[in-house]
């Protein structure tokens, strides 16, 4: 009969088999998904080569059909050619930044039209697309009050609504509005403000801390006449 000793030393042999055992399958397991692994790296890497190369043998051509989507106005399919430029490492071909600015400047001010409801999220996700995050620019636009418009002083006060907004985000709180013959009318996005009789060149000033834009519009206020204050007392 076996010695408790002899027993013990037998069942540790076949705990350590089993665990080696298991250890080597899993080591065997790990070496097999990481060969896997890096082989269908190399075909990805392989792939993206041979696009590359494709594009780049056809890259003049795709520029032109770039060129004239951009000259028509066709935006969208523009948009998906920029991502082929983005893609294979040529994001400032030629003219290409200019375009890139022009076609956020359009999708941002037709938005415009929904403000204060402004999709930002939708406009950033735009930006992110083409790929256009290095324009740091900020971009400023008035909305009321309309170039050339009239007022009577009895109209105040008159409110002052613009945007300041950027590929980080809207910086509309940061407007500073100013008057050519007033001066410093306020700040925000929204003011409400009593200029002084005749014409005033009113500008809407707005950063996104490294960057600075500007709009400027034009009115004309008129001293309430004697007549029409009669009537609005009445």
């Known amino acids: 009969m076996l010695s408790r000793k002899t027993r013990y030393s ?7 088999s089993v665990f080696f055992f298991v250890l080597l399958n899993l080591i065997f397991r790990l070496m097999v998904d990481i060969k896997a692994e ?7 890497e392989e792939q993206k080569e041979r696009a590359r190369q494709e594009f780049t043998l056809h890259m003049e051509d795709h520029y032109r059909e770039l060129q004239a989507l951009y000259t028509s106005h066709e935006y969208e399919k523009a948009v998906d050619i920029i991502k082929l430029f983005n893609t294979h490492g040529q994001p400032d071909y030629k003219n290409l930044p200019e375009i890139k600015k022009e076609i956020r400047l359009f999708y941002l001010k037709k938005k415009l039209d929904f ?14 697309d083409i790929d256009i995050e290095g324009d740091d620019s900020t971009e400023v636009f008035i909305r009321t009050p309309r170039y050339g418009q009239y007022f009577y002083t009895s109209d105040f006060p008159i409110q002052l609504e613009g945007v300041a907004l950027s590929v980080q985000g809207d910086f509309s709180h940061t407007l500073v509005w100013t008057s050519s013959v007033d001066g410093t009318l306020g700040t ?29 519009t034009r009115i004309y206020i008129e001293k309430t006449p004697d007549f029409l204050q009669k009537q609005l007392r009445d």
């Open 10 to 16: 037998i069942q540790l042999a076949m705990i350590l």
């Open 115 to 128: 403000i204060p409801k402004i999709q930002l999220d939708e406009y950033m996700q735009l930006s992110k």
């Open 38 to 44: 890096s082989t269908k790296k190399n075909a990805e």
């Open 188 to 216: 925000g996005r929204t003011i409400g403000i009593r200029p002084s009789v005749g014409e005033h060149e009113i500008t809407a000033t707005g950063t996104n801390g490294r960057t600075t834009g500007a709009m400027t």
